[in-house]
Nanobody, 122 residues
Framework: QVQLVESGGGLVQAGGSLRLSCVAS????????VAWFRQTPGQEREFVSVITWSAHSTFYADSVKGRGTISRDDAKNTAYLQITSLKPEDTAVYYC???????????????WGQGTQVIVSS
């Protein structure tokens, strides 16, 4: 089974950008759809974006549409999420997930990373 490790979070000013990485091990990431979710304290983990196998299609939550770009480099067993024009409401722990379906619900993903914190200051 695949193991996922996110990185790239940190403190950034509003209006800035970040690129998060999700490195897979134990299996080929190319066998999975990869999604990003985020969660703030006391809130449900919410869908951000998903990319299909071979990057044929990408989907975004309305909250990041136009600001987010999901991508993958299967040769590096890595997926990415870049968000530009960051807002304070983007502050959250960001998780990558891998699964065999392309859905927006967390229950559909079988494998998760430990998360990386993003804090956007105003």
């Amino acid at each position: 089974q695949v193991q996922l490790v996110e990185s790239g979070g940190g403190l950034v000013q509003a209006g800035g950008s970040l690129r998060l990485s999700c490195v897979a091990s134990g299996d080929r990431l190319s066998d999975y759809a990869v999604a990003w979710f985020r969660q703030t304290p006391g809130q449900e983990r919410e869908f951000v974006s998903v990319i299909t196998w071979s990057a044929h299609s990408t989907f975004y939550a309305d909250s990041v549409k136009g600001r987010g770009t999901i991508s993958r480099d299967d040769a590096k067993n890595t997926a990415y999420l870049q968000i530009t024009s960051l807002k304070p409401e983007d502050t959250a722990v960001y998780y990558c997930a891998a699964g065999f379906v392309v859905r927006r619900t967390r229950e559909d993903y079988d494998y998760w990373g430990q998360g990386t914190q993003v804090i956007v200051s105003s």
